[in-house]
């Protein structure tokens, strides 16, 4: 079977064969660009859109063109990109979901921003034919799955890691820590940008609660990078964490202007510290997040698109 992917940039080429080096050979991948499919000669099995728009446009004007059944993924930037649309444009986005064989979400909140603002029916249709496939995580963290002792928190450290866009709810942070503070809790906050793997390594490991707050993170990594270091996640309520695991089980959602609520649920993840630990360890290997179990998705997602 030949896959045929439409990548946006180098990145998703990346991301996407992290699974497909553990998909068996009689499975053919090819990557090109939206702009490089008039050079791409049939036969074609199968056409993944790894975007929405862009990818997802041009696999539905391939696809029509050629007879071949596509499967598009839905990221963030497109929910993004589809909001911003006038309503005589956005007709002819929905049709790119609702003519693909399967579409593929990666956050539950995704689906639920589609249900608000799809027509009902195009809705209904859309997830009928929907599957959930989260980002996967990159093999070095699940060959260095770690957790922490099970351990009272004597000192909490709080980690903040990404851009500045993603510490916009960081001023909420500090009230609840002030808040902490004046109850003489021993509580720090470290923020840092984007590091390599290997760096951030050790920096998870000398942390103890890992703050996800921005509802438009664009992916899931960091929650996962996190919790394969055995840090407990606060994440958004609503946003791309929420609803992955059960509630507790990896952490918390929050609302992240609420200092009350930061300031409550950071005192509740310490007062149970050892016992989310041990839910975390029960996580492990993040099957969700990895890519040799993902294989066998991608192979399920490809053989249904045919039928």
């Given at each position: 079977?030949?896959i045929?992917?439409?990548?946006?940039?180098?990145?998703?080429?990346?991301?996407?064969?992290?699974?497909?080096?553990?998909?068996?050979?009689?499975?053919?991948?090819?990557?090109?660009?939206?702009?490089?499919?008039?050079?791409?000669?049939?036969?074609?099995?199968?056409?993944?859109?790894?975007?929405?728009?862009?990818?997802?446009?041009?696999?539905w004007?391939?696809a029509?063109?050629?007879?071949?059944?596509?499967?598009v993924?839905?990221?963030?930037?497109?929910?993004?990109?589809?909001?911003?649309?006038?309503?005589?444009?956005?007709?002819?986005?929905?049709?790119?979901?609702?003519?693909?064989?399967?579409?593929?979400?990666?956050?539950?909140?995704?689906?639920?921003?589609?249900?608000?603002?799809?027509?009902?029916?195009?809705?209904?249709?859309?997830?009928?034919?929907?599957?959930?496939?989260?980002?996967?995580?990159?093999?070095?963290?699940?060959?260095?799955?770690?957790?922490h002792?099970?351990?009272?928190?004597?000192?909490?450290?709080?980690?903040?890691?990404?851009?500045?866009?993603?510490?916009s709810?960081?001023?909420?942070?500090?009230?609840?820590?002030?808040?902490?503070?004046?109850?003489?809790?021993?509580?720090?906050?470290?923020?840092?940008?984007?590091?390599?793997?290997?760096?951030?390594?050790?920096?998870?490991?000398?942390?103890?609660?890992?703050?996800?707050?921005?509802?438009?993170?664009?992916?899931?990594?960091?929650?996962?990078?996190?919790?394969?270091?055995?840090?407990?996640?606060?994440?958004?309520?609503?946003?791309?964490?929420?609803?992955?695991?059960?509630?507790?089980?990896?952490?918390?959602?929050?609302?992240?202007?609420?200092?009350?609520?930061?300031?409550?649920?950071?005192?509740?993840?310490?007062?149970?510290?050892?016992?989310?630990?041990?839910?975390i360890?029960?996580?492990?290997?993040?099957?969700?997040?990895?890519?040799?179990?993902?294989?066998?998705?991608?192979?399920?997602?490809?053989?249904?698109?045919?039928?």
């Amino acid at each position: 079977m030949k896959i045929l992917h439409i990548i946006s940039n180098e990145n998703d080429r990346t991301r996407v064969e992290r699974v497909t080096r553990y998909i068996p050979g009689e499975f053919e991948h090819q990557f090109v660009m939206s702009e490089e499919l008039g050079s791409v000669k049939c036969p074609v099995d199968v056409i993944h859109a790894h975007r929405w728009f862009g990818c997802g446009q041009a696999a539905w004007t391939f696809a029509n063109a050629n007879r071949i059944p596509y499967v598009v993924d839905v990221v963030q930037s497109d929910l993004d990109a589809y909001h911003k649309l006038f309503v005589f444009n956005k007709k002819s986005a929905e049709n790119v979901l609702l003519e693909a064989a399967r579409v593929v979400f990666t956050s539950q909140s995704q689906q639920e921003f589609l249900a608000q603002h799809l027509p009902s029916k195009t809705a209904d249709t859309v997830f009928f034919h929907s599957t959930m496939l989260f980002e996967p995580l990159d093999p070095y963290w699940i060959s260095n799955l770690h957790i922490h002792p099970p351990t009272a928190l004597v000192h909490i450290k709080l980690l903040n890691v990404g851009t500045a866009d993603s510490s916009s709810h960081l001023d909420a942070v500090h009230h609840a820590m002030k808040k902490l503070q004046r109850r003489n809790y021993d509580i720090s906050l470290t923020t840092m940008g984007d590091l390599t793997d290997e760096e951030l390594l050790d920096v998870y490991r000398n942390h103890d609660i890992f703050l996800q707050l921005d509802e438009k993170t664009p992916s899931t990594q960091r929650f996962a990078q996190a919790l394969s270091q055995g840090l407990p996640v606060l994440y958004a309520q609503k946003g791309v964490c929420d609803g992955i695991f059960k509630e507790g089980m990896a952490g918390y959602a929050v609302n992240p202007r609420s200092a009350d609520d930061l300031a409550k649920t950071i005192l509740n993840v310490s007062d149970l510290f050892g016992t989310i630990e041990q839910q975390i360890m029960r996580l492990h290997p993040l099957c969700p997040f990895d890519s040799r179990e993902q294989a066998s998705n991608y192979i399920h997602l490809y053989e249904n698109a045919t039928l």
